[in-house]
C-alpha cells in the first residue's frame, strides 16, 4: 500500500501531474489545490471524477 503523507520537495511536480506523468507549468490549474505532499488527495478525486471533468470544475469561472 501507498503512503500518502509523505514528503516531497519544493520543485516536484503538483500530485495531479506527478500522477498523469505530465510537466507541471507554473500556471497548473490543479497545484493550488493538490500539493506536492498530498498524492492521495487528488488520487480519490481522479478515480470518481476524472482529470478531464476535475480540470473542467477547476476553471469554471463565477
Excluded at 12 to 38: H, I, M, N, Q, T
Excluded at 42 to 48: A, E, L, P, T
Amino acid at each position: 500500500m501507498k503512503e500518502c503523507g509523505r514528503k516531497q520537495s519544493a520543485m516536484s511536480p503538483c500530485a495531479a501531474c506527478k500522477l498523469l506523468r505530465r510537466r507541471c507549468a507554473k500556471d497548473c490549474v490543479f497545484a493550488p489545490y493538490f500539493p506536492a505532499d498530498e498524492p492521495c488527495k487528488f488520487g480519490s478525486v481522479h478515480k470518481v471524477f476524472g482529470a478531464s471533468n476535475v480540470n473542467k470544475m477547476l476553471q469554471v469561472q463565477f
